[in-house]
């Protein structure tokens, strides 16, 4: 039954994905089911997206209610849901204005145009240049790909926007030698995802802020991966006592339902974006602001980011074990539940195994598994998760 959807399937898409091999059908929790009904441990949750798993609480109720009242204005009106979740997003994040948008990359775009913006009023000019990372991703829009560090990603798609520099994570010399008088703003994922799970240090990260302080200079972080609840802070910058001038998240804000946003301090959102400069027709609908108002209500009811400093204390420490006995495994890079585990060699047989074996893993690049498993695993699923993992690696390096 499967081999024919997937033929159906290759016949009418356009094949950009070189997906598994299996047809997903339902989850439930942690869980997913194919077509034929076989039931896999979701340790990937849709790259990060399902943080709270597969019809938790009154999640799917709440979107429900909200299709019988209203799916879609135009924000030429105000809705309620968007005002509820724009109260909540700034109050977990710190940060003081919201625009919603539909995709992480979405938000990427506003980002950079806030950064131009800013500048732009200061100087008039229109050369400015932003300084992002080597080996970052922050999507795959013209704006998005421009500052994403991966050349293979670019190539075949220049010219990008321009007046990019690149330099590495952690490495503050590098920044400062990308550093001109046309600088406007400094872009990081406060851990890089797609790139490989490359958490940016504390330290760096306050160089970059005094630095960006210094010079009027905004710093803008990438929270689409790593935010929302997967670091055991709902962003990952909280934990570092900082403050981006500019924040991007998606992924598991609307827990399923696609919804981004990018949030700004007061002075950024005063002196930047004014009406008529920005705008999406779908960005903040009802829908998708109150799958975001109630994700965040179920976040706080549930205690989730303690649950996820408990359980991912239990996981780092089976992880690091594993990498002690394990020779295929050179390193554990992560926090929370976003880990990767950095191997001697490719990592795709591993994964296509654990699939085999009724375990969702992803990878990012060819020689690191990553873990992003729903924020609500308990042991019992770290558990089950390690013994399949290990099989897998067993057979791997023998
Ligand atoms: C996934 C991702 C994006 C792009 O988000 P889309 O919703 O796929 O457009 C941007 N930045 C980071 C860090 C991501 O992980």
């Known amino acids: 039954m499967m081999q024919e959807v997937i033929a159906e399937a290759e016949k009418s898409l356009l094949h950009t994905y070189n997906r598994y091999q299996i047809v997903l059908d339902r989850g439930e929790g942690v869980y997913l089911y194919d077509i034929e009904g076989k039931r896999y441990l979701d340790f990937a949750s849709g790259i990060g997206v399902f943080a709270l798993g597969y019809h938790y609480g009154d999640f799917d109720d709440a979107l429900k209610a909200q299709i019988d009242k209203l799916l879609h204005t135009s924000n030429y009106y105000y809705n309620l849901p968007a005002v509820e979740a724009a109260k909540k997003i700034r109050r977990i994040s710190g940060m003081d204005r919201v625009f919603f948008t539909n995709s992480g990359a979405e938000a990427v775009e506003g980002a950079i145009k806030t950064a131009r913006k800013y500048a732009y009023l200061k100087d ?77 240090q504390e330290a760096f ?136 585990l950095e191997c001697r060699d490719a990592v795709g047989t591993v994964i296509d195994r654990a699939l085999k074996a009724g375990l969702i893993l992803i990878n990012a690049g060819p020689s690191v598994i990553r873990l992003l498993p729903p924020l609500v695993i308990e042991r019992e699923h770290v558990d089950e998760m390690m013994e399949i993992l290990e099989t897998c690696l067993k057979e791997g390096v023998r």
């Not at 089976?318 to 495994?329: E, G, S, Y």
């Open 124 to 200: 008039g000019r229109t050369d400015h240049e932003i300084i992002a990372m080597q080996h970052s991703f922050h999507g795959r829009t013209m704006g998005a790909l421009s500052v994403t560090g991966t050349p293979k990603y670019r190539e075949a798609f220049a010219p990008m926007i321009g007046h990019i520099r690149f330099a590495e994570l952690n490495d503050m010399d590098s920044v400062m030698a990308q550093l001109s008088d046309k600088t406007c703003a400094i872009l990081v994922e406060t851990i890089q995802g797609e790139g490989g799970i490359h958490p940016a």
């Open 205 to 340: 990260l306050r160089d970059l802020r005094r630095l960006c302080d210094e010079r009027d200079l905004l710093l803008i972080l990438d929270e689409i991966q790593c935010g929302m609840g997967r670091t055991g802070a709902y962003y990952a910058w909280q934990r570092f006592g900082i403050r981006p001038d500019i924040m991007t998240t998606a992924k598991a804000l609307g827990g399923g339902v696609p919804v981004g946003a990018f949030l700004v301090t007061e002075a950024v959102g005063a002196h930047s974006l004014s009406a008529g400069d920005h705008g999406t027709t779908y960005g903040g609908n009802p829908f998708a602001a109150a799958a975001v108002s109630r994700m965040i209500d179920l976040f706080e009811e549930n205690h989730i980011l303690e649950h996820v400093r408990e359980i991912s204390a239990c996981l780092e420490e089976k992880l690091d074990d594993l990498v002690k006995r394990c020779d295929f495994i050179k390193e554990r890079r992560g926090c929370g539940l976003m880990q990767g």
